[in-house]
């Protein structure tokens, strides 16, 4: 009898890392484990008000070990060592100085609280100075750089940001042999190849957020960079030259994690991938329908084949790189800054007083205070959804810009605020919140009407992450305003379960990732359609939105 085989989607997430094991028959979900980020849930090492978004190196590993262990924990006997593969997804960019050896610096002596020698979170932006200037100078060059990126780099992206590090930070600059990108550090440490120059680095990453393309023969020039900041200089040698893609192996677990997580080291590890490329992968992406990743933020993944997209270069998005998504495949990457993080935004203006008023009083005792806190906390959403729900699309005068977080496309550009405009005495938190959701639609909308504008046709939309799964509200809204159907993938786990697929081919059970997507994938729960009264207004509302946006970023230029 031929006995299962499972493999092992590790998912790091902005919060949270998770441990998903999946029976590569069918693609069962046999057990799952999540951990909490402690130094960042504590916020540690960061500075929101200055946009400074740090994590611990030991957050990874702490989480990595035990999310692995309490899966396998709960799996049903024999699945250990019946696992063939593990392959990892992370946020990106968030790269990390290392030494010569490949340690990040935070984890070496002099650098351990250091905000500077830990890993830059995504939505890092501290570096909006660094990535003007590297766009400036692509403009200039002989050779545009950023023309695969969509034509603008962004702040949140990898040369910005360790730029800003190694400028801020003579110490960091001194020590930094190399940088690495957190998808690709996970599987370094997992097969103990952690030299800066032979592990092997993600395409996905490295193409979508690096400038790296084979055209250019791999990352920019010395001769740019240096032009850029000689402290630059002779870094490029420091870093790579080839990439990969999700379906290779990146080598086998070594004894020593083998033992610390209760596997064999016969376990082969695959060439780590951004979150939402893996959630496109696990939410079974097909040509030409936006897998969108609805969470904190959004990412809006395509893919098309290499021959009908020939030299055609789509301007304003977050990269277009061959095999970052789907080897063989031009996959394209766009998405919003901010989506859910708006959403909670706006509740901690709400409660943030309230909690503090209940706090202070002596009214009631302690155990009733934090009861009652949690209580407003867990509750504010879902009543402010119900009441929304009953506000007619037509009503609201209220129109908002989704840039809380600036904006990453079309266009990127974090230096935008977010507005929230056509105020007056009777506009109430429900009808601000209706307006914030519109907004974050729109800003699904702008990103749609891009592609299509560049010549990429649409032709549905799969949903997935944490909003598409919990809000019904918002996903109608986003429907119409997008005016066409949304199915939404049935598993609340895609991103790791589109590792878990990965996994599959670089184990050889399957030959190709298409091939893991038919026999692994879990299908859809449900499919909202577009309500043609509600489309035909939001159409005006859209145009507004539009109006608004060029008014706003005209005024700050």
Sequence with gaps: MTQTKYTIGLDYGTDSVRSLIVDVKNGEEVSSAVFEYPRWKKQLYCDAPNNRFRQHPK???????????EALKKARPGVAENVVGISVDTTGSTPVPVDEK????????????????????????????EADEINKLCKE??????????????????WAKLLHVIREDAGVYRAAYSWVEHCDWIPAMLTGNTNPKTLKRSRCAAGHKAMWHEAFGGLPSEEFLVALDPLLGGLRDRLFKETYTSDVCAGHLTPEWAAKLGLPTSVKVGVGALDAHMGAVGAEIEPHYVSKVMGTSTCDM??????????????????????????????????????????AWFKRVLVGPTEQIIAKSSLIDESTKIKLINEISSRIIPELTKAAEQIPAEESSIVALDWMNGRRTPDANQNLKGVISGLNLGSDAPRI????????AFGSKAIADRFVSEGVRIDGVIALGGVAKKSPFVMQIVCDVLNMPIKVARSGQACALGSAMAAAVVAGVYPDIPEAQKRMGGG???????????????AKSYAQYVALGKVIESGLK
């Design 524 to 538: 859809f729960e449900k499919t909202y359609f577009p309500i043609p009264s509600n489309v035909a207004r939001y």
């Design 141 to 158: 060059w002989y050779i545009d750089f950023t023309k695969f990126e969509g034509g603008i780099y962004s702040s949140e992206w990898f």
């Design 102 to 129: 490949g340690t990040p610096l935070s984890l070496t002596a002099g650098f351990e609280e250091n905000p500077n020698a830990m890993f830059l979170l995504w939505k890092d932006h501290t570096s909006l100075k």
């Design 433 to 440: 919140f209706r307006a914030l959701v519109e907004a974050t």
């Design 59 to 69: 957050d990874y590993l702490e989480g990595m070990e035990f999310t692995i262990v």
């Design 302 to 343: 395509l893919i098309a084949s290499r021959e009908e997209m020939g030299d055609k270069l789509i301007s304003g998005i977050c990269g277009q790189v061959d095999g970052s998504i789907i080897p063989g495949m031009l996959g394209m990457e766009a998405g919003q800054s901010a989506f859910g993080d708006i959403y």
